[in-house]
């Protein structure tokens, strides 16, 4: 649940566009880190149009290392 109240806190945000990956829809939005002593330059995450569930999230870190996670089941 944090995820869907951190993002107002502690990133400024940039919607980019709508997306299709595969066969899902997904607003595109850029999370940059407020705090610039933050160890990641950007996350991007993509919400499902239909649920407003994450869908796939990357980091991209300021030391070459990016990070791709892709949600697939959730518990509620």
């Not at 400024?12 to 997904?26: A, E, L, M, N, P």
């Not at 002593?37 to 993509?46: E, F, G």
Request: charged share 25%; hydrophobic share 30%.
């Amino acid at each position: 649940s944090r995820l869907f109240t951190w993002y107002n806190r502690d990133f400024k945000y940039r919607y980019v566009r709508q997306t299709t990956i595969g066969d899902q829809t997904y607003h595109e939005i850029d999370l940059f880190p407020v705090n610039l002593n933050q160890p990641y330059s950007r996350t991007k995450i993509w919400v499902g149009v239909k649920n407003d569930m994450p869908g796939k999230v990357t980091t991209i870190g300021k030391d070459g290392v990016d990070y791709i996670f892709t949600l697939k089941n959730y518990i509620l």
